[in-house]
């Protein structure tokens, strides 16, 4: 490609031109993320969301060592054997690396996955569509592990419950797949029961889900520990609190209701801190523009990392 292409390229698209000069992005080939997503998402909006984690991670790698920078306090399981029961311990280990009691709920799990270490980052936004890529629920990798830093990306516009369970989900594979391979399916399966114990520990959860289950009861169990009322249903049958009909019973009521996208009790919204905290820490500056110069990538791609 000649200097004069590159040199176009650079003005139309807002990049700096040194940019252009520092090579390849991260190398992450097809298989390596692992997507939570809707069956209607496109390739599209799945290349999409793949150059989003790329670029984030190249400008990560930039900044990974700046002063003040959390460690990275988790470790992927190296069990090769685990059945979905040692998932409830694994995550009452984890709860503990991200300083949460066995038994108190997790008030910002963000936050916490974050002083763990871990970055969380929003969907990117494409132009036409300011709601984000809303058919993508969460993306998870730990490129160069164990000398990288873990990252998720998460749906923006969600809500607080849903954002919260995302983020649990996606610290599940990061603990549980990093190391091992498994069928996509059994993956998603223990990713569920591992974001299920973390939010809502065994012991909590059968002080908490009132016998028999009904949605009511669920609902103030929403209240209490941020996890949405369909999930607690699959944690009471996790439990074995309920039973396969009874979860059948209680989904239909919850759609019955209207409440198939926007339940009763309102869960407050996290947003990521960190990825903005290591931008700002690497580059002096708390200003969009300037940091925009100084990563060399235009001003919406840097709002859609540290946003």
Same mark, same amino acid.
């Given at each position: ?25 991260? /190398? ?21 969301? +793949? ?21 990275? +306090? ?34 910002? @799990? ?25 058919? #993508? ?24 419950? +849903? ?5 649990? #989900? ?42 028999? @289950? ?23 049958? /996790? ?63 840097? +709002?859609?990392?540290?946003?």
């Amino acid at each position: 490609m000649s200097a004069a292409l590159v040199d176009g390229i650079a003005t139309v698209s807002g990049f700096a031109r040194w940019w252009f000069d520092l090579g390849p992005l991260p /190398d992450l080939p097809k298989g390596s993320l692992r997507f939570r997503k809707k069956s209607s998402s496109t390739q599209a909006d799945e290349e999409r969301v +793949r150059a989003h984690i790329r670029q984030a991670i190249e400008v990560i790698e930039r900044f990974a060592d700046v002063p003040g920078a959390p460690a990275v +306090r988790i470790e992927p399981n190296r069990s090769r054997d685990l059945q979905l029961e040692d998932l409830e311990g694994i995550a009452i280990e984890i709860r503990e690396q991200l300083g949460a009691g066995p038994q108190d709920p997790i008030r910002n @799990v963000t936050r916490a996955v974050e002083r763990a270490g871990v970055v969380v980052i929003g969907s990117v936004v494409p132009i036409d569509r300011p709601e984000g890529i809303e058919k #993508h629920d969460g993306a998870s990798n730990w490129l160069d592990h164990p000398i990288g830093r873990p990252i998720i990306c998460v749906s923006r516009g969600t809500s607080g419950d +849903r954002h919260r369970l995302s983020v649990a #989900h996606e610290l599940g594979h990061l603990i549980l797949h990093q190391l091992r391979n498994l069928d996509p399916k059994r993956a998603e399966v223990e990713a569920f029961r591992f974001a299920g114990a973390l939010l809502l520990p065994r012991e909590s959860a059968l002080e908490s889900i009132e016998l028999p @289950v009904t949605l009511r009861g669920l609902a103030f169990a929403k209240a209490r520990w941020g996890i949405s009322i369909r999930s607690l249903i699959r944690r009471s049958l /996790d439990l074995q609190l309920i039973d396969t009909d009874r979860r059948r019973s209680l989904e239909k009521q919850i759609f019955a209701r209207g409440w198939g996208k926007v339940e009763p009790v309102e869960v407050p919204t996290e947003e990521p801190l960190l990825m903005r905290r290591l931008v700002e820490l690497g580059t002096g500056t708390d200003n969009l523009v300037a940091i925009s110069a100084k990563v060399g990538l235009p001003a919406l791609a840097v +709002r859609d990392l540290v946003a």
